[in-house]
């Protein structure tokens, strides 16, 4: 059972205890407030035990996909224990960065080039002191890629790297153009939909270290991407396996759900202020294509994407963008292995829009969905400091491949 595990006796009695060393008896006279206090605990413990806390809805068609996860990455089959304070989605979504921690890791940064001229960077964490794998030819390797206007300094992705370091994998995270740091050599950023600078990024990092074994794993709009790649390339990827966390599955869903009014106010606006913010010190080399003064006064994702992203990647109209990004639309074409994670409160990702029947149709696909969780939260444990349910999977999912990962490979 995970760390976090608890059952109603150790619940009541953790309660009792603490109430009974902190609450005065004398409260309201006689005894009655820690009664009310005692009883509200009780039955807020009830509600959390039967409603809250529940075990992953795992969908998946091929049966060997299946025992093998259930053998080899047995957290996907485990009861999640949200914390116990703060496990509504967008809670979990606005609380994480604040609370997980951030492992210190050190990069070491490569520039590499693009067919148009461009520069993509990316940050190794190469594990030279690697104890299971001391052989940098063979040595496993993970490529991460980050959310919508994340780079390698995104605690989930130090979490990730983290775990891999205590298994001796190597990693390497892709930042999308001009984000990390680096200058725009071409007018050109990043979307969902194109997977160009992706396709060089994987080139290249096998052509480095082309016996060892390497998977991918992408976060919100990384998982988006990888997805796309992975559904336009089919069989055809030196990627063995792939792990995919809070993707947008249907980008015209997500979009009308980041659009409600509170949802706005608390994701949708600050997210189109990080993507002006992300090209607004690119904007001499922008200018030369696009009206910088329309695509700054963009209040939503919706509006930037229609100013921006679709003008630079010649769609012809916003819709087509949005349906060349969503992935629902292309995953029955994945010919790898590849393990997705969602919770079904996540706003970035309505329940609704998880293509559940269409993973069904594909033996290489199985869908692991969470009761709670939110968007990159999944937070676990009384003070979700350190390990997210999250990164358990990705831990458990990324060995498994690594090391067992010729069980599922001849489905």
């Known amino acids: 059972r995970p760390p976090c595990a608890m059952d109603w006796q150790v619940l009541t009695r953790e309660l009792s205890l603490y109430l009974e060393s902190q609450v005065r008896v004398g409260f309201f006279g006689s005894g009655v407030g820690l009664s009310l206090v005692l009883g509200f605990g ?39 224990y949200p914390t116990i304070w703060c496990w509504e989605g967008r809670v979990q979504t606005l609380l994480r960065p604040f609370i997980t921690s951030r492992p210190q890791v050190q990069y070491r940064n490569e520039l590499i080039k693009t067919a148009d001229g461009g520069q993509i960077s990316l940050d190794w964490f190469d594990n030279n002191d690697s104890l299971y794998y001391p052989d940098a030819s ?48 071409t007018p050109r950023t990043y979307c969902a939909a194109n997977t160009e600078d992706l396709e060089t990024v994987i080139h290249h990092v096998h052509s480095l270290h082309p016996s060892a074994p390497f998977m991918a794993a992408g976060v919100s709009m990384g998982g988006m991407l990888l997805l796309n790649y992975l559904g336009k390339t089919g069989r055809d990827t030196p990627l063995m396996a ?41 904007r001499q080399m922008l200018e030369k294509l696009f009206d910088m003064d329309l695509v700054m006064k963009a209040r939503t994702i919706r509006e930037f994407d229609k100013q921006f992203t679709s003008v630079m990647f010649g769609y012809r109209s916003i819709d087509d963008y949005y349906e060349d990004a969503s992935p629902c639309r292309k995953l029955k074409s994945i010919g790898i292995p590849v393990l997705c994670l969602n919770s079904v409160d996540d706003v970035f990702s309505p329940a609704h829009a998880i293509p559940v029947e ?13 009761s709670c969780g939110g968007h990159i939260g999944f937070l676990e444990g009384i003070w979700p400091r350190k390990c997210t ?10 060995q498994a491949v690594f090391e067992h990962g010729n069980k599922i490979f001849s489905m």
């Open 358 to 370: 269409t993973a069904k149709q594909n033996a290489n696909v199985a869908l692991v969905l969470t």
């Open 389 to 398: 349910y999250m990164d358990r999977v990705f831990k458990q999912f990324v």
């Open 138 to 185: 063979t040595r496993p390797t993970v490529l991460l890629l980050p959310g919508l206007t994340g780079t390698s300094k995104e605690s989930y992705i130090l979490h990730m790297i983290h775990q891999s370091e205590t298994l001796g994998y190597r990693c390497v995270v892709f930042n999308n153009r001009g984000i990390a740091g680096e200058e725009l050599l």
């Open 242 to 282: 792939a792990a995919i966390f809070s993707a947008g599955w249907n980008v015209f869903e997500s979009i009308e759900s980041l659009e409600k009014p509170l949802n706005w106010l608390l994701f949708n606006y600050y997210l189109t202020t990080c993507l002006q913010s992300s090209i607004s010190r690119h």
């Open 42 to 80: 009780v039955a807020y413990a009830c509600y959390y035990l039967n409603s809250i806390a529940k075990k992953p809805q795992l969908v998946a068609s091929n049966d060997r996909f299946c025992r093998f996860l259930e053998e080899y990455c047995p957290v996907v089959t485990e009861t999640y």
